[in-house]
T-cell receptor, first 111, second 116 residues
Framework: DAKTTQPNSMESNEEEPVHLPCNHS???????IHWYRQLPSQGPEYVIH???SNVNNRMASLAIAEDRKSSTLILHRATLRDAAVYYC????????????FGAGTTVTVRA | GAVVSQHPSWVICKSGTSVKIECRSL??????MFWYRQFPKQSLMLMAT?????????EQGVEKDKFLINHASLTLSTLTVTSAHPEDSSFYIC????????????FGSGTQLSVL
């Protein structure tokens, strides 16, 4: 599976935007970019995914670089409930939809 | 939204006993289910993939005779940790994929297993 690289941690103030970068320079043309987050003592939660175009949903936006070698998850207005570990994962189309989690980025939100 | 129910939330057992963890998709049919475990301060590690009605596919290094996975129906998968030992203490998480729901995986809330 292609590898992703994320910063270990990021801090944000409440109600400010958070931009979470992810590098995936070995991405293949058919890999989907997935983002999940995990709150303490819970299972992960789907955030967003994309292939080539930028994506928006009620939780976040995903900005994908033109060469697809990096992407950025954008939380538009962080709340205390957004404090979690955010995982950027590439899903290949030949691996039966399984997701391999890396270390992720721990997001801390200051009140 | 789709819900995956995992039970129990936590379990304490004696060394040498077996523990069964259930994972149910409540409002969709899960064609594929995945089992992960997570040690403290670490990321999730995929243990196995199971498709309904067929044998599970285990990741390298995961003992299939120790971690028995059954996916007998489209809404239920179980993970049995046989002859549990303290080193099996971990947070076990299931996830499910519904073919009709595209790319998303839905995760259970996890089971904290403590083996004494």
């Amino acid at each position: 599976d292609a590898k992703t690289t994320q910063p270990n941690s990021m801090e944000s103030n409440e109600e400010e935007p958070v931009h979470l970068p992810c590098n995936h320079s070995t991405i293949s043309g058919t890999d989907y970019i997935h983002w999940y987050r995990q709150l303490p003592s819970q299972g992960p939660e789907y955030v967003i995914h994309g292939l080539t175009s930028n994506v928006n949903n009620r939780m976040a936006s995903l900005a994908i670089a033109e060469d697809r070698k990096s992407s950025t998850l954008i939380l538009h207005r962080a709340t205390l409930r957004d404090a979690a570990v955010y995982y950027c994962i590439l899903r290949g189309t030949i691996n039966d939809y399984k997701l391999s989690f890396g270390a992720g980025t721990t997001v801390t939100v200051r009140a | 939204g789709a819900v995956v129910s995992q039970h129990p939330s936590w379990v304490i057992c004696k060394s040498g006993t077996s523990v069964k963890i259930e994972c149910r998709s409540l409002d969709f049919q899960a064609t594929t289910m995945f089992w992960y475990r997570q040690f403290p301060k670490q990321s999730l590690m995929l243990m196995a993939t199971s498709n309904e009605g067929s044998k599970a596919t285990y990741e390298q290094g995961v003992e299939k005779d120790k971690f028995l996975i059954n996916h007998a129906s489209l809404t239920l998968s179980t993970l049995t940790v046989t002859s549990a030992h303290p080193e099996d203490s971990s947070f076990y998480i299931c996830s499910a994929r519904a073919a009709v729901r595209g790319e998303k995986l839905f995760f259970g809330s996890g089971t904290q297993l403590s083996v004494l």
